[in-house]
């Protein structure tokens, strides 16, 4: 049974705006000339500048093997078709959006757009995509929207970790958080986005600190195919999910009061970019200038069974 995909609703318009008029603008530039597509095993990536279409397919085949050997211990085989990557280059920072077509095997079908400065796609925006498609291959249907974008935030370089750490540390002073049994049920993507994303990220991150990447996506799997309680006995040792919430809860209080346990645990990326001269279009922009408003375009199209 094909799915049927799905988006936030609060960035839709946003979205479906960035892919139409991308659309538009890569016909007009493929019209003159000014469109260039770079081809790799797995990806084929459309860019309005060659140098920026190789440079950001070479950088996708890395982080796919990476990332799937941080997450699953091994690689992923070749898929059978690349998927289409279009990118939209912009001076400002960066997002993306992968989308998902589900049948009865698993993926049947992938299409990722990312928008922003180049290297700012390569630090964060690129691997937090490609994680998704790991999952997604891993998974074989949608992985719930907490871990899919908390885990996936994962794979973003510090700049955007830290900003996420100041996200949820806000969220849980103005109480905005869900409990976890809650949180785990999230099946649409909240109003609060920001602070959906920074919870999920957060508590993504305690559990792959306490057990590790694989045990992460087997308590996934298991919780959402069964039961949360149990496969948090199961994987994590807890009691259930209500003792879970007080664990991260208590590790999020140690985090936060200890600056130098957060510098040191802070460090779970699988895939860095160092950025070369030419990399960065602008560096003008602070970043208190790049608006919360980012976040909105970093969502993941995703399919309903
Ligand atoms: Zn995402």
Redesign the pocket.
Known sequence: MDARSRVVATPLRRLIFTLVLFGLTCRLAEESGRCATYRTRNFVVQAESAAAARKIAEHAETCRSAIAIAWLEKELPPWKTPCPVRVKLTQGDAG???SFGFGAKGVNDQEMTLEGRLDRILASALP??I??TIFAEHLGKPMPRWA??GA??LSEDLLELKRHDKIVQDLLTRRGDYTLSKLFQVEEYPRDLMGFYGQGYSVSRFLVEIGGRPRFLAFIRDGMNKNWDESTRVHYGFSGVKELDRGWRAWHDVVVADPNHSKLQTSPLVVRFSPRRGDRIDDSQSDQDRSADEEST???ARSDD
């Open positions: 993306g959006a992968t937090h995509e994680t998704h899919d974008e996936s935030l970093r969502v993941a």
